[in-house]
């Protein structure tokens, strides 16, 4: 299942979201013109398990203190495959969450999820020395946050059939719920592998690490002090 786009529009201009997709565009466009120092680039700059949990002198020393690259980590990608898959869903659930939490709390929201998504991937593999990329992390605790407060809402997703793509509109449980179960079995399938690969582990982590966040950030059952936002009930807590 591909999604493109979802039926919850929302009331402000996504300033945040549009920033980052623009902002992670740019770095791989900068990426691309690095040529064959690309490589060093990307472990000076991505974040590495063994330097992260056990101290481990790398090969190659990162640029940045190894907290710092938890943060910049999540604007590197590893091809176009990769860069427009992660748009794209932030495109498309980012808007909204970004319209709930506002736009301070949103990139807080963002990049708190992507570097405990970074964390967990590290926590399965903490002595491995290839280094973790990518915003797909930071989308995912985005994706947990839409499960929880948007649930049914509609998502236009294209369906292979056969040698055909077939439009269908399914509720954002279905979709994200689907997601999540195949990155976590895809996850536990790609355990011990040494070789690099997709961060399973880092989907699965900053998804459920968004749904729990969300929670603190927006208090349910809705109360009287609650809000109305296009049929949706709920608090913010200040």
Do not use: C
């Not at 907290?67 to 659930?93: A, C, D, E, K, R």
């Not at 930071?138 to 059939?161: D, E, N």
């Not at 055909?164 to 536990?188: I, K």
Request: proline share 7%; no cysteine; aromatic share 16%.
């Amino acid at each position: 299942m591909i999604p493109y786009k979802d039926d919850n529009p929302t009331e402000r201009w996504p300033v945040v979201t549009v920033a980052l997709i623009v902002l992670n565009v740019l770095v791989f466009f900068y990426e691309l013109s690095l040529g064959p120092r690309l490589e060093g680039f990307i472990n000076e700059f991505g974040a590495v398990p063994a330097g992260i949990f056990s101290g481990t002198d790398l090969a190659v020393p990162p640029a940045l203190p190894v907290p710092v690259t938890l943060l910049t980590s999540l604007f590197l990608h590893g091809g176009w495959m990769h860069l427009i898959g992660n748009m794209l869903y932030l495109w498309i659930f980012g808007n909204n969450i970004e319209d709930i939490l506002g736009h301070f709390r949103f990139i807080l929201f963002y990049l708190a999820g992507g570097v405990a998504a970074t964390l967990a991937q590290g926590i399965t593999s903490p002595a491995s020395t290839i280094p973790t990329i990518g915003a797909s992390g930071a989308i995912s605790g985005v994706l947990g946050a839409y499960l929880i407060i948007f649930p049914r809402a509609r998502v236009y997703t294209l369906l292979p059939i056969g040698f055909f793509l077939q439009v269908v509109v399914l509720p954002a449980y279905f979709v994200l719920g689907f997601w999540f179960v195949l990155q976590f079995f895809s996850g536990v399938l790609s355990l011990g592998n040494q070789h690099g690969g997709v961060a399973f582990f880092a989907h699965v982590g900053g998804f459920v690490f968004g749904m729990l966040l969300i929670k603190f950030v927006i208090k349910y059952p809705p109360r009287r002090s609650a809000v109305s936002h296009r049929g949706y009930i709920y608090r913010v807590r200040r």
